[in-house]
């Protein structure tokens, strides 16, 4: 059975950090690439970062960049997603995404709200 397990969201202010955690199982975690995206309310879903099976490639959302980082530990079928400088405009939901094309796994996602 595939899993994908977010972890790690939560309420910080503004230019806090977060370090989000997303365990995976059921799959060939080292084969697939990963990804952390986002949706808050009343916009559409949003990649955030995405990250080779390798760990040798890396993409992120203009947003994002130089604030975000990605990675991943093959050995232990993790990925994370190291958050600072947080605004308010990240709050949202957080899912975590495993893609293989053209198989792709979600997990169920982890809120994230930045507010004073």
């Known amino acids: 059975q595939v899993q994908l397990v977010e972890s790690g969201g939560g309420l910080v202010q503004p230019g806090g950090s977060l370090r989000l955690s997303c365990a995976a199982s059921?799959?060939?975690?080292?084969?697939?690439?990963m990804s952390w995206y986002r949706q808050a309310p009343r916009k559409e879903r949003e990649l955030v970062a995405t990250?080779?099976?390798?760990?040798?490639?890396?993409n992120y959302a203009n947003s994002v960049k130089g604030r975000f980082t990605i990675s991943r530990d093959n050995a232990k079928n993790m990925v994370y997603l190291q958050m600072n400088s947080l605004k308010p405009e990240d709050t949202a939901v957080y899912y975590c995404?495993?893609?293989?094309?053209?198989?792709?796994?979600w997990g169920q996602g982890t809120q994230v709200t930045v507010s004073s």
């Open positions: 995404n495993a893609e293989r094309v053209p198989i792709e796994y």
């Open positions: 059921g799959f060939t975690f080292s084969i697939y690439a």
């Open positions: 990250l080779s099976s390798d760990g040798r490639f890396t």
